[in-house]
């Protein structure tokens, strides 16, 4: 007799996965604003900041970007408490996954910083701006207008990503969804259901990204 497919729990679990979906969501909603946040600062900093920094800025993107994120998140969580830093497993997935985006954020944003013409930095400065100001007010827009789909593609993988979070407890999808089969041992049908929400998660948040270029760069979006 072949495999009976059996979704009848989705009832009775239906709490259990909207809590999932919310901390996911809420992760990635937090996340991704700080983590692009700092990923534009550090961007600053190695293309334009002082020169002190820059070495300390390029250590961190480096060790981030070349060590697993479960890793990281395992350092966060289990070795900080070492040190005295004590925090939730919520606390310590978000602080990952800000530290996690803001390196690569940082490089994605600092091509394009680097494609920007040095006629565009004489012209602010000629204006009287300050480095910061020709940056904030003349750099930046167009550096992310340049980068904005693959900045978009990054935030979308950090949050496909963040399914590792349920190793360290925190209640997200994944976390839900191992909850649930280890209740009613139908693990085939528990991540069918697992793999489709991160892929409505997925398709949803891309188009949000890219309703938010819409908004936050109107003439590009025009042009095309």
């Known amino acids: ?7 009848s729990w989705i009832g009775e679990y239906s709490g259990v996965l909207l809590k999932g979906l919310w901390l996911t969501v809420w992760l990635i909603l937090v996340g991704a604003t700080f983590g692009v946040a700092l990923g534009i600062f ?3 900093v190695r293309a334009l900041g002082p020169k002190w920094a820059r070495p300390i800025v390029g250590a961190y993107v480096e ?14 969580f289990f070795g900080l408490p070492s040190l005295g830093v004590q925090m939730g497993e919520t606390q310590a997935a ?10 690569y954020g940082c490089e994605i944003v600092r ?7 040095k006629g565009q930095f004489e012209a602010g400065w000629s204006l009287g701006l300050s480095r910061i100001e020709t940056f904030r007010h003349v750099v930046l827009i167009p550096a992310l207008q340049r980068i904005w789909p693959a ?3 990054q935030i979308v993988i950090v949050m496909l990503g963040s399914a590792v979070v349920s190793q360290i407890a925190a209640e997200d999808i994944s976390y839900a969804a191992d909850f649930i089969q280890s209740r009613t041992f139908r693990a085939f049908e528990t991540y ?5 929400i991160y892929l409505a998660l997925a398709i949803l948040l891309r188009q949000l990204l890219k309703g938010v270029g ?8 025009a042009a095309r």
């Not at 007799?1 to 979704?7: H, I, K, N």
């Not at 060790?63 to 966060?76: A, E, G, V, Y």
């Not at 978000?94 to 390196?103: P, V």
């Not at 091509?111 to 013409?117: E, H, K, L, P, S």
Request: one cysteine or more; proline letters at 4%; a positive charge.
């Open 151 to 153: 900045l978009s593609s």
């Open 1 to 7: 007799m072949g495999y009976v497919f059996d979704y």
């Open 214 to 221: 819409w908004v936050l760069f109107p003439k590009r979006s």
């Open 111 to 117: 091509a394009g910083i680097q494609a920007t013409t």
């Open 192 to 196: 069918i259901v697992a793999t489709l």
């Open 63 to 76: 060790l981030i970007r070349n060590t697993p994120f479960l890793i990281q998140l395992f350092f966060i």
């Open 94 to 103: 978000l602080l990952a996954m800000i530290i996690n985006l803001g390196a």
């Open 42 to 44: 550090c961007a600053w």
